[in-house]
């Protein structure tokens, strides 16, 4: 039925040309031997195991990232690919200290805490103040400074897990502004229930930035079990007392790197595709999930293509540096390949959990394209759905037009990982991680070896 199913869909292509029939058929059957074996693959998790195994956590800025772009670099010459190089540019570099959260009074005990990007520091021995609750940023934007002044801001909410991951936009603002917040208010520091859906004492670091002119304070992280229990505390009425101990550094500037490598096309003239993830993790955990898996799935993939023949475009595999800490490693990509005929984009940065939906970006004119990309992902159960939007690395392409393609992982059990110390390799399954690649192995081939121009979209055309 399926292959009944697929051949109807691929009739409107056949209309289009008839010269053009016989190399979209071989096209296709390529791409589909290529997907069916990727599902055998082992080099993804070889990848992954030796990334979290032999470097582990690689906070960006830190001797660990610069260890990893080395391995990196080693590995994928290893596998075959051709003009590999880092390309190392400058950041600041912020790590984190101590970090300890104790209820005083009236109930002592211990809480679970860590650092946000970019916190503030509080004095060696830390700082004890009244913790003042608020049960979402909205509140705590409402309330008076006459309310929060002097006070540890405690922030909760309810972030549930979904499959595509979508509540993360809305209850993360939390952690990306509420420490402004709090600070242009006058408290002395703010903890805020971690963004995740776990229920583990396992506390979700994560970034957050400095709106303009604001003073830096401490800015932590609760686990959600620790954000829970003081939630039923401040629920007593009695005046909560806690004292919580940050003591991050800013270690100036230093420099991070991307990882460069490509398989050649036979083209010049038609074009870059461009893929890959981020390289650097957050230091808590090894960087599992978050993103081994990305950097992992896309090179793999890319080296069934390379190992298959030369696709007609060159593919470039990028592994972002500093991706974790604000975009540095893709901000400076593009600053310094301005002129480069980058004509696809697509990032790997959500686990390594099964594809379920293919999102695309692509100019009308290139709707057959996408046809046939859907075509391949079809017996993987991956289905269609709306406008790509390229993700954190390779978005601000996206946002210019540059044609792209979304492949979209199940991020039911993501949060219960991302940025904690759980993100390890023994959360991965094998099995869902292989599929990725078939999908990969699939969309890439057929894009890569498209006979068509893909072309420029309007920036504001929804995806196909």
Do not use: C
């Amino acid at each position: 039925m399926k292959k009944l199913l697929l051949a109807a869909a691929a009739l409107p292509l056949l209309a289009l040309s008839a010269p053009s029939v016989a190399p979209a058929q071989n096209a296709s059957a390529q791409a589909e031997k290529l997907r069916d074996a990727a599902l055998k693959d082992d080099v993804a998790f070889e990848i992954m195991e030796g990334l979290t195994t032999e470097i582990g956590p690689r906070l960006a800025g830190t001797e660990a990232e610069a260890r990893a772009r080395e391995w990196a670099v080693r590995r994928l010459k290893a596998l075959g690919f051709a003009n590999v190089r880092i390309e190392p540019y400058d950041m600041p570099v912020w790590v984190r200290g101590e970090e300890r959260a104790e209820i005083v009074s009236p109930f002592p005990q211990k809480l679970v805490v860590t650092a946000l990007g970019n916190s503030g520091a509080t004095p060696p021995a830390g700082i004890q103040a009244e913790v003042v609750g608020f049960d979402s940023l909205q509140a705590l934007e409402a309330a008076s400074d006459a309310t929060v002044r002097g006070k540890i801001v405690f922030v909760s909410h309810g972030m549930t897990a979904t499959q595509d991951g979508s509540q993360y936009g809305y209850f993360g603002a939390a952690r990306r502004t509420g420490p402004s917040v709090a600070s242009r208010k006058g408290a002395a520091a703010i903890v805020i229930r971690s963004i995740g859906t776990d229920s583990h004492r396992n506390p979700h670091t994560g970034v957050q930035s400095w709106a303009q002119g604001v003073t830096p304070i401490p800015a932590g992280a609760l686990s959600i079990p620790d954000a829970e229990q003081l939630q039923r505390m401040l629920k007593r009425g009695k005046p909560v007392t806690m004292r919580l101990t940050l003591t991050p550094r800013n270690l100036g500037t230093r420099q991070s790197g991307n990882v460069v490598a490509e398989v050649r096309g036979t083209d010049a003239d038609a074009g870059i595709v461009l893929i890959g993830g981020h390289l650097d993790s957050w230091d808590l955990g090894t960087g599992a999930f978050d993103n081994a898996a990305g950097v992992a799935i896309t090179a793999a993939a890319a080296k069934r293509i390379m190992d298959a023949g030369r696709p007609r475009r060159t593919i470039r595999v990028v592994w972002f540096g500093a991706e974790e800490v604000g975009g540095n490693g893709s901000n400076a990509y593009r600053a310094a390949h301005p002129n480069d005929k980058i004509v696809f984009v697509s990032e790997s940065d959500f686990g390594a959990d099964r594809v379920w939906r293919m999102d695309t970006s692509f100019a009308e004119a290139n709707k057959p394209l996408a046809d046939r990309v859907a075509q391949a992902l079809a017996p993987l159960g991956i289905s269609r759905g709306g406008a790509a939007g390229g993700g954190a690395d390779v978005g601000a392409w996206v946002r210019s037009g540059v044609a792209a393609i979304d492949l979209q992982q199940d991020g039911t059990r993501y949060f219960d990982y991302h940025h904690t110390p759980d993100d390890t390799l023994d959360k991965v399954d094998p099995e869902q991680l292989r599929q990725n690649v078939a999908a990969w192995t699939a969309m890439l081939s057929v894009v890569a070896n498209a006979r068509e121009e893909i072309v420029k979209a309007p920036v504001t055309a929804a995806g196909q």
